[in-house]
Every structure is written in structure tokens, then in C-alpha cells.
């Protein structure tokens, strides 16, 4: 991680069946509103660490490079 990188938080709450089309890529990004009001987008791909039997759900902390590419995600 660099000094230009930019820090985030955000909550999610999806149940299994609407990660399910994340997982089979008819949805390659998801998009979020930060609590710090900003919308932020990644590769549904960087959520597949945090999936459980009942889908995804928690807050999360994710870094963006200066070219806003995803660096990290990190469950809080």
C-alpha cells in the first residue's frame, strides 16, 4: 500500500441467491456507497473470500490505488 492510496468502508448484506449471479458473471461488478459518500466500484470477483452459506454480510474496508483500482478488502 502506498501514501496515495485511499481508504474506504462500506456495509453489505446480499443473501446467497444474489451472490449466486455475481458468481456465475452475469454481474462482474458491484458498486457500492461508501460511508464516506462515495460510490466506489470493484470486481464482484474480490468478494469471494467473504461468502458463507448464507451469502455476504458486514462491513468492509477497501483500498483504491490513484487510479482507483482496487489494492486490498478487508472485512472489518
Known sequence: ??????YFTFSM???AEEYERYYRGSARNIIVMTH???S???PASAMQNFIT???IS???MIT???NNKLVALKKK
Do not use: A, I
Open 1 to 6: 500500500m502506498h501514501n496515495s492510496d485511499t
Open 13 to 15: 448484506k446480499l443473501n
Open 36 to 38: 464516506q459518500g462515495v
Open 40 to 42: 466506489v466500484q470493484f
Open 53 to 55: 452459506n448464507d451469502g
Open 58 to 60: 458486514g462491513t468492509f
Open 64 to 66: 483504491m490505488d490513484e
